[in-house]
């Protein structure tokens, strides 16, 4: 069918705008919800048991006991034996990995992301058990990794295999993955806003109720139960002073070299991983290669092994600079990206933090104004904004860590220069790398579908021609598909109601003396309603493969009020593409000046 008038810039004021709603919603987001309620206590267990497994292997490899002590890797007394250690580690996980899931290689977000976006949010029971004991054996073997990674993705997986249990979609499958990742990062480190806006920056791709609230659900469920298993506070209590507006100059200092570093670790990552990939080995035994790098750098600076929070806390509270912090940062970026390129289990958090903090410790005594503790923790939230590309996640993530509001200000302008500066110098982040690497794009742009912003009623064709219900098909193929043909299709009327389409390919299989009603109700067809939005049209014709449908007045009488086509789903995007592209000045200030310039005696005004 031909296409309907272009859509109107001019706000619509028919039924259909006045009966739509600022989201879509049904009775299923309550189910959802009550589920989310659910992963909020599973994944804070998980957490629970992850950071066991890690306490419990570094008391093992370290310290020779069966233990959940906390004890840090760097208290050892091994010597040279601690360069073999995170090697044994490594090659633990190599073989999970190989006979266990590939899975759970990597730091787990990329993996989430693409279950998200590429398999129907579907993770396996191997990977809900074998990433918490791959990365507690990794990290409590040295590897300077974090929980957080490792726990998104059991999390995930957890809530992937319940929702599974369940007859649910794709899409809230998806709402309940990211919920239980969410919730697992919450439990770890105390900020649920934090763990709210890493879903809505990185895993949700839309903002819509039915996958926001079980996300918000589970993350306050894991925040209420955190202090009756790991004490309440921030993870990082601090307080420095008021910034004054000289700062400035300094945070923008800071969030160049924040996101310079950021760059800097992405390339240096994925170079590394190249490397390994040109080995002559099997990736299992990767993981062991890279533990001995490890090793050495553990031997070199203990402090390098492990999570580090201890660590991150030195660095915030000013307990560490100068030569030794710069130090620390040099081997724990070294040891970091190589075990990470190698394939190993392990997140990525803590990591960016620890080297965020050592690098603003290492400025500290460059950037004017302020103390060295606000630019410990001004370059570590900026590190993690560039390194990320998730600006409003590092600014609370950093707040909620510290409860810091002093720091608030600086933290903002430091991380959104820094986000700036990878977005401009970097096509991807170093989550999405990996993905674009398996022949995947992740686009990262919200927005309004510019089909949703419309209704069927401003794109349809209206008063098209149609085709009587009683008339033969030599009738029809006389008057309809001769040589004045005009559409590809008609639609079949009877008394105004709609009964189907005919086509040429219907035309050629139908007898001279059959009725089109006869023809047309032969094939099923579908009709669609003019408050309906075209975004409910386009799914409708993409699921049923069609290529256009009928627009009737309600489902009872079936009045054929116009034909909806493929081509008029166009308008819509056409509209868009105008106001991103065409470039116009409605505000003419130099013709503005020209009228209001006063007109010389005796002349005349142009």
């Not at 007394?77 to 044994?88: D, E, K, Q, R, S």
């Not at 994925?270 to 002559?280: Q, T």
């Not at 860590?401 to 977005?423: E, K, M, Q, R």
């Not at 299989?509 to 099923?524: K, T």
């Amino acid at each position: 069918m031909c296409s309907g008038s272009p859509v109107s810039a001019e706000p619509s004021h028919s039924a259909a705008a006045v009966r739509a709603g600022d989201f879509r919603t049904d009775s299923r987001l309550l189910l959802l919800s009550t589920f989310a309620v659910g992963l909020g206590v599973l994944s804070t267990l998980g957490a629970i048991v992850l950071l066991a497994a890690i306490r419990l292997f570094t008391n093992i490899f370290f310290f020779g006991t069966l233990s959940i002590a906390p004890r840090s890797p760097a208290d050892n007394h091994l010597g040279l034996g601690v360069l073999l250690i995170p090697a044994i580690g490594g090659l633990i996980v190599g073989l999970m990995a190989r006979y266990g899931t590939d899975k759970i290689r990597g730091h787990g977000i990329p993996e989430a992301i693409e279950a998200i976006l590429y398999g129907k949010s579907r993770l396996s029971l191997k990977v809900a058990i074998l990433k918490p004991l791959s990365s507690g054996v990794a990290i409590g073997s040295g590897g300077p990794f974090g929980a957080e990674g490792p726990i998104i993705m059991t999390g995930g997986a957890v809530a992937s295999l319940l929702a599974q249990a369940f007859h649910m979609t794709a899409t809230e499958r998806k709402a309940l993955l990211v919920a239980g990742s969410c919730a697992g990062m919450t439990a770890v480190f105390g900020t649920p806003l934090a763990a709210i806006l890493l879903a809505v920056e990185l895993l949700l791709f839309e903002l819509r109720p039915r996958s926001l609230l079980p996300v918000i659900l589970s993350c306050a469920v894991a925040a209420f139960l955190r202090p009756l298993w790991a004490g309440s506070g921030p993870l990082f209590p601090l307080t420095t002073q008021i910034p004054g507006p000289l700062i400035m100059f300094s945070c923008v200092l800071a969030g160049i070299a924040s996101g310079a570093l950021s760059a800097l670790m992405t390339s240096a990552l994925y170079r590394i991983e190249d490397l390994f990939e040109r080995l002559p080995l099997h990736w299992m035994w990767w993981p062991a290669i890279g533990g001995l790098v490890v090793g050495a750098g553990g031997y070199l600076a203990p402090r390098a092994l492990g999570v580090g929070y201890d660590v991150i806390g030195d660095l915030l509270a000013h307990r560490l600079q100068g030569g030794p912090a710069l130090g620390l940062l040099a081997v724990k970026l070294t040891i970091w990206a190589v075990a990470l390129g190698s394939g190993t289990s392990g997140g990525v958090l803590a990591p960016l933090l620890m080297i965020g903090a050592g690098l603003g410790s290492v400025l500290s005594v460059l950037l004017p104004g302020g103390e060295g503790s606000l630019w410990a923790l001004v370059c570590m939230a900026a590190t993690l904004a560039g390194t990320m590309r998730a600006p409003l996640t590092a600014v609370v993530f950093a707040f909620g860590l510290t409860h810091d509001v002093n720091a608030f200000l600086p933290t903002i302008l430091s991380c959104v220069v820094a986000y700036g500066f990878t977005v401009v110098v970097m096509p991807r982040s170093i989550l999405t790398e990996k993905i674009a690497r398996r022949g995947r794009h992740v686009f990262r742009e919200y927005g309004v579908d510019p089909l949703e912003r419309h209704f069927v009623e401003e794109v349809m064709t209206r008063d098209p021609i149609t085709i009587p219900a009683n008339l033969p098909m030599a009738q029809v193929r006389e008057q309809f598909f001769g040589l004045a043909q005009s559409h590809r299709a008609y639609p079949v009327v009877a008394d105004g109601r709609f009964l189907g389409f005919i086509d040429r390919q219907l035309l050629e299989g139908a007898s001279p003396e059959q009725s089109a009603a006869d023809v047309a109700r032969s094939v099923p067809t579908a009709v669609i309603l003019p408050h309906d939005t075209c975004r409910a049209a386009a799914l409708e014709l993409a699921a049923r493969s069609l290529e256009r449908m009928a627009v009737i007045d309600d489902r009872d009488s079936g009045t054929l009020l116009g034909v909806l086509s493929r081509s008029d789903l166009i308008e819509p995007a056409r509209a868009v593409h105008e106001e991103e592209r065409r470039r116009e000045r409605p505000l003419d200030i130099t013709a503005f000046l020209r009228r209001r310039r006063p007109v010389a005696r005796g002349g005349s005004a142009d």
